[in-house]
């Protein structure tokens, strides 16, 4: 067990643990969140959600029903009116900035989590643990940022860890995703996609793809795409630990 603040003791410790973390949080987001609870197109295994919902709970506090209730709404109002958070409707500057808010907002929206939300885990887990303390979970990393890193560089860290997801899921994607980028199929949204950064996102920037056919595992389109989520579910398929409903074309 390392001691007391020994990850800060060099200066690129603390950088590989977050870019290794926040690429963590990013699959967990892709694969757990997206592609099987919002989607339904692959069942993961309980041994390999678990961890998933687990590194959620203490990365982000997100709750599974509202993030998947808001993402829903998202694909039935995609840059119309009733968007959470469209660049479009809202300008991509706020996006960016308080995409985090605008999500706060539409799943606070009366009956937004009973319509979109359904089909979420509810077991005893979920229902005690992971949405009901969801603020319990930041704080237990909290602490382990601060046992690692010490008492400055750890809250640094952790910092950075909590403003992850509202920036790069929040902002880029659903922000720069509708804004910025190619297209490869002419949807009725103004979905783009913003490779060449896909092993940063776990496949989430190939947005127009995702947008042109949402129930796909798959997300790359085009020879010279690449999505590393989808090369993570072939692996979990390998050993057994997800089954792909439907992968597109």
Not at 56 to 61: D, F, I, Q, R
Not at 211 to 229: I, M, Q, T
Request: aromatic letters at 14%; hydrophobic letters at 45%.
């Amino acid at each position: 067990m390392p001691d007391f603040g020994s990850w800060a003791a060099d200066w690129w410790k603390p950088i590989l643990f977050v870019v290794i973390a926040g690429h963590i949080t990013n699959v967990c987001v892709t694969l757990f969140l997206h592609r099987a609870q919002t989607h339904r197109s692959v069942k993961l295994h309980y041994l390999a959600a678990l961890p998933m919902r687990l590194w959620l709970w203490l990365s982000t506090a997100i709750v599974t029903k509202e993030w998947v209730a808001c993402h829903r709404k998202h694909h039935a109002f995609a840059d119309r009116e009733g968007d959470p958070h469209s660049p479009l409707m809202e300008g991509l500057r706020n996006i960016v900035l308080k995409g985090a808010f605008y999500y706060r907002k539409a799943v606070r929206q009366p009956g937004v989590l009973e319509k979109y939300g359904k089909g979420t885990p509810n077991d005893w887990l979920e229902r005690h643990v992971l949405s009901r303390l969801n603020w319990v979970g930041i704080l237990v990393m909290l602490l382990a940022d601060v046992y690692l890193f010490g008492f400055f560089v750890g809250p640094l860290v952790w910092g950075i860890q909590m403003i992850w997801i509202p920036f790069w899921a929040a902002g880029i994607i659903n922000g720069v995703g509708h804004a910025v980028g190619y297209r490869n199929f002419n949807v009725k949204d103004a979905s783009r996609n913003i490779s060449p950064i896909a092993i940063w996102l776990g496949g989430e920037e190939l947005h127009n793809n995702h947008h042109h056919d949402p129930h796909s595992a798959k997300f790359k389109a085009k020879w010279y795409e690449f999505d590393v989520g989808w090369v993570y579910l072939r692996l979990l398929s390998f050993f057994g630990l997800a089954k792909i409903e439907y992968a597109g074309s």
